[in-house]
Structure formats: structure tokens, C-alpha cells
């Protein structure tokens, strides 16, 4: 299994950030992709991901919420980060237009500019994109055909909107929200319609702790090492053995992030 979307650099995962990763080794989870969100979380993410080469890789890029810092100088080191073995793909970013930690004109802005890099350095993009999906598309679309893979973490939306997606040949990434039997029935019906080429799983951790997950961890955060949980619902849902969703899955992420 690959958890494409983990946030290691998170101060949740200080004090045993490598007591994590070993547990994850340990669930069965091949690869880690350690997410940057600014600058500096993107340069922790590498220099965290050198640290278990071949294990965990990292991707540099600014969340939709740091936008209103970000400048040419931002880019300029994103860059520089970029040409890092350990950095696979730019992001994460996007939009965010349910909490506007940033202005809108800027967060757009800044999303374009990382397309434009990963377009000019020819790499994947790991984006967000919460109640924004029409600006979203939009600014993406001239992109896409630039850029050699796009995935969509943490996809929670309709199933219009999967269809918008997959029609741009987008990638999906798939949490824990799944889990959810609250908030996640209406994405237990859609994701049986991403193909098999196209899903890519993930934890978002710490955030997301799968709701149906028998382990009670404390502190109460999710973490790799239940990728596993998550991969076994979305099987379930799906129709698919745990065993066949995993091997579709890992064989996706590694053609992805070329790993």
C-alpha cells in the first residue's frame, strides 16, 4: 500500500514521528508521500523523507491557506526544492473557499503559478479543492494537458463533480472519510465509479481518523498505519476483494509518482 497524502511534518507527529513510520512499515504500508503545505513544511517534508529513502517521498508546494504569504521568492525555493530526488509531484495546492484563510484572487494566483511550475518541471500535482469546484476546474483546465498527472486528494464531492474530474483525466485520492457513516455515505455510493487507473488511497493524517476503526489511538489522531482500514472499505464498497484494491492501488501510485 502507498498512503499518498500523510502529514508528517505535522507538530501532532512530533515527539514520535519515527515510531509512525515504523508502525506503518510494520501494517504493511509500502511508501509514504509526505505532503507539503509552505515552504518550510514542504523543506521539513524532504529532508524528513531523505531520512527513510526508498520509503517515504515528499511533494513542495503551498496550500491554498498559506497563499496569502506566498510571493515570487515562495516559488523560487519551491523550485529549488523541486529538483530534490525525494520530491515527487508539487502541492499541495489548490482552493479553499470554505474557510478563506486567504483571499480568493490570491489563492488563485498562487494555485496557477504551481501549475506552471509543475508544468515547467514535469511534475505531478497533488491538489485541494473544498466548495471551489467551478474556479477550481476552470483554472485547471488549460493546465491539464500540460502536466504529466493531477490527482484530487481527499475527494468528498458529488457525483457531478467526480465526473467533472475523471473527464479531466484527473486522479482520486481517497481517505477515511469514506469511514464516515455520517458524512461518507454519499461517497460509498460514488467510488465505485473511479477506474481502477484512476483511485489512489490515502490517510491524510493526522486528520481523518477512520470513525469505524476498532483501535481507539491516543492521542486521538489517524496515521498510516491505518491505511489498511481505510483500503478494506473502500474494497467493500467498491465490490472488490482488499486484496485486488490494494494491488490496483499501489500499481496506480507508483506509475503516478513514479516511484
Same mark, same amino acid.
Given at each position: 500500500m502507498i498512503d @499518498? +497524502? &500523510?502529514?508528517?511534518?505535522? /507538530?501532532?507527529?512530533?515527539?514520535?514521528?519515527?515510531?509512525?513510520?515504523?508502525?506503518?512499515?510494520? *501494517? +504493511?504500508?509500502? *511508501?509514504?508521500i509526505l505532503t507539503g503545505t509552505n515552504v518550510a513544511?514542504?523543506?521539513? *517534508?524532504?529532508?524528513?523523507?531523505?531520512?527513510?529513502?526508498?520509503?517515504?517521498?515528499?511533494?513542495? +508546494?503551498?496550500?491554498?491557506?498559506?497563499?496569502?504569504?506566498?510571493?515570487?521568492? #515562495?516559488?523560487?525555493?519551491? /523550485?529549488?526544492?523541486?529538483?530534490?530526488?525525494? &520530491? &515527487?509531484? @508539487?502541492? $499541495?495546492? +489548490?482552493?479553499?473557499?470554505?474557510?478563506?484563510? #486567504?483571499? /480568493?484572487?490570491?489563492? $488563485? *494566483? &498562487?494555485?496557477?503559478?504551481?501549475?506552471?511550475?509543475?508544468?515547467?518541471?514535469?511534475?505531478?500535482?497533488f491538489m485541494h479543492c473544498r466548495d471551489a469546484h467551478s474556479r477550481f476546474m476552470a483554472i485547471l483546465r488549460p493546465w491539464r494537458d500540460k502536466l504529466p498527472g493531477a490527482v484530487l486528494h481527499c475527494f468528498t464531492g458529488s457525483e457531478a463533480k467526480l465526473k467533472d474530474c475523471l473527464e479531466l483525466d484527473l486522479h482520486i485520492g481517497i481517505t477515511g472519510w469514506i469511514c464516515d457513516e455520517r458524512r461518507g455515505q454519499e461517497l460509498q455510493g460514488l467510488v465505485s465509479l473511479i477506474p481502477a487507473k484512476r483511485l489512489m488511497i490515502e490517510t491524510d493524517s493526522p486528520y481523518l481518523l477512520p470513525r469505524d476503526i476498532n483501535i481507539k489511538p491516543k492521542p486521538k489522531r489517524n496515521e498510516p498505519a491505518f491505511l489498511g482500514h481505510i483500503a478494506q472499505r473502500i474494497a467493500t464498497c467498491r465490490g472488490e476483494t482488499p486484496e485486488q484494491l490494494i494491488a490496483e492501488t499501489l500499481a496506480t501510485s507508483r506509475a503516478f509518482f513514479r516511484i
Open positions: @499518498i +497524502g &500523510v502529514n508528517l511534518t505535522d /507538530r501532532q507527529f512530533t515527539n514520535d514521528r519515527a515510531a509512525v513510520i515504523a508502525r506503518a512499515q510494520q *501494517a +504493511g504500508v509500502s *511508501a509514504l513544511a514542504s523543506e521539513q *517534508a524532504a529532508d524528513c523523507a531523505a531520512d527513510y529513502p526508498k520509503f517515504c517521498y515528499s511533494t513542495a +508546494g503551498i496550500h491554498p491557506h498559506d497563499a496569502k504569504s506566498a510571493d515570487e521568492q #515562495s516559488m523560487n525555493a519551491l /523550485r529549488a526544492l523541486a529538483l530534490r530526488p525525494e &520530491v &515527487v509531484a @508539487i502541492g $499541495e495546492c +489548490g482552493l479553499d473557499f470554505n474557510r478563506d484563510f #486567504s483571499p /480568493r484572487p490570491q489563492q $488563485e *494566483a &498562487v494555485f496557477e503559478a504551481q501549475l506552471a511550475l509543475a508544468a515547467e518541471l514535469q511534475l505531478p500535482v
